[in-house]
């Protein structure tokens, strides 16, 4: 089993390119990954989200990569009628107001669109940068999403063995079930009659309030559950979602041995099995 959350921060310099990456995973009932890199990675997105996809099955993957290249090539170029509006606009303030003030060059350097820089950035070199981060980050947020998953998966056998002990608890009260349906009938049926017994008319009526009340069937449907969960653990490495489906088809048979139970070590049994369930169900959400 693996969890949905972990998190994992990788950091590289090399050839004058500083790179890092930071990983963060949540619980979600699918996969969902967000990224976030510089706006001139963008074309890149489609390779790193087809990376992060192969590694996870579900979650929210928050996914940082940072790129700071100190010595890359800058072009700077003027915006000559960014200049010019924002002179004629200072010019034309200053006669409303009656202030003869002229904006100074280091002032209007400063406003936004005079100065235009582009950096010279080559895309195939950040990403040969970025990709062994990357992966080496990846290869760090599994192991710690299976560390965890690792933790969990113990919590939710134990919760299965609760459960799978509450199970024989009922099975061995099976047969005093079945006898204290059959001592109401006949009591009943003395209390009616005065006395006297139809036997065939006293089996007939047991026959039917034992298919009613029996819960043999429950059992078989609930150890049966119980196998496959276990089986489904031990072979799926992302099971999260089966396995819940298991533990909806647990609880209703849970349900129902309750809704049946006369014998208070049967109700004390299934309120065990409830107890173990929910926390079982509560684990689940963060399987993968």
């Given amino acids: 089993m693996n969890s949905m959350t972990g998190f994992a921060w990788q950091e590289r310099t090399a050839n004058d390119i500083s790179v890092s990456v930071e990983i963060r995973g949540y619980n979600n009932r699918f996969l969902e990954v967000s990224l976030s890199l510089p706006s001139w990675l963008s074309c890149l997105e489609p390779k790193i989200r087809g990376l ?36 004629e606009a200072v010019s034309k303030l200053g006669d409303i107001v009656g202030i003869d ?41 599994v192991a710690e999403r299976a560390r965890e998953g690792k933790h969990t ?13 509450a199970l024989q608890t009922v099975t061995s009260h099976v047969p005093s079930l079945e006898a204290t ?23 007939a009526e047991t026959a039917v309030l034992l298919m009613k009340y029996t819960v ?11 196998c496959e969960f276990r ?17 909806q088809e647990i609880n209703r048979e849970v349900n129902t041995i309750g809704s049946k139970s ?24 963060n399987i993968e």
Avoid at 52 to 78: A, H, K, M, Q, T
Avoid at 105 to 119: D, F, H
Avoid at 231 to 247: I, S, T, V, Y
Avoid at 262 to 285: F, G, H, P, W, Y
């Fill in 231 to 247: 089986a489904e653990a031990a072979r799926n490495d992302r099971p999260g979602k089966k396995l819940d489906f298991l533990c």
């Fill in 101 to 141: 003030e002229k904006i100074s060059l280091s002032r209007l350097i400063e406003m936004e669109g005079v100065l235009e820089t582009e950096k010279n950035l080559d895309v195939e070199r950040s990403w040969n940068a970025v990709e062994p981060v990357l992966q080496e980050a990846l290869a760090a947020f």
């Fill in 52 to 87: 992060v996809s192969g590694c996870c099955g579900r979650g929210r993957v928050d996914v940082s990569i940072r790129v700071r290249e100190p010595n890359v090539r800058v072009n700077v170029s003027v915006n000559a009628a960014a200049a010019k509006a924002y002179m």
């Fill in 181 to 203: 349906i059959k001592e109401n009938i006949s009591a009943r049926f003395k209390e009616l009659s005065g006395g006297s017994i139809d036997e065939n008319r006293l089996l």
């Fill in 216 to 226: 043999s069937e429950e059992l078989s449907r609930l150890s049966s559950h119980l």
């Fill in 262 to 285: 006369t014998i208070a070590d049967v109700s004390r049994a299934v309120v065990e099995m409830k107890e173990a369930l929910e926390n079982v169900r509560e684990q689940l959400r």
């Fill in 153 to 165: 998966e113990d919590d939710i056998l134990a919760s299965l063995g609760r459960i799978e002990l």
